[in-house]
């Protein structure tokens, strides 16, 4: 069994992201994913593997569980929890306090930037982001 890494960080629901219906828009949670996504990844990864290397969703799906408004104060955490060859699950989690209140499983692919094909993961691009590996 993997024993994931996660990466987590606090935030506060600001009034850019509030839509007509006085609560976050559904499409903020999806720009959220990608950004913790991508941090995880320059916080974790060297900088000469990420120059070389990257990754392309290939499916995303996600769970609404309940809602965030103006001011709350979030915890989002993402990590990885399952590879293949040159693919990865990723799981994000929003929490408003002690409750989930979204989802995230996403699919990646990894690739050379050069040729943009799927790249084999290696244990040591993949090492960072395991306990145990």
Not at 48 to 63: A, D, N, P, T
Not at 119 to 131: D, G, V
């Amino acid at each position: 069994m993997l024993n994931p890494i996660a990466y987590q960080k606090q935030f506060i629901v600001n009034e850019e992201v509030i839509d007509h219906f006085n609560h976050v828009n559904n499409l903020e949670y999806i720009k959220w994913v990608l950004k913790i996504s991508k941090e995880h990844w320059n916080s974790f990864s060297p900088e000469s593997v990420r120059e070389e290397f990257g990754w392309m969703i290939l499916k995303h799906e996600l769970l609404y569980k309940g809602q965030a408004e103006l001011n709350d104060k979030l915890l989002i955490k993402t990590w990885i929890e399952d590879f293949s060859a040159a693919r990865c699950t990723r799981k994000t989690s929003i929490f408003k306090g002690e409750k989930i209140i979204f989802q995230s499983t996403a699919e990646w692919c990894f690739v050379s930037l050069k040729s943009r094909r799927p790249t084999r993961l290696s244990n040591e691009i993949l090492k960072p982001y395991f306990k145990d590996l």
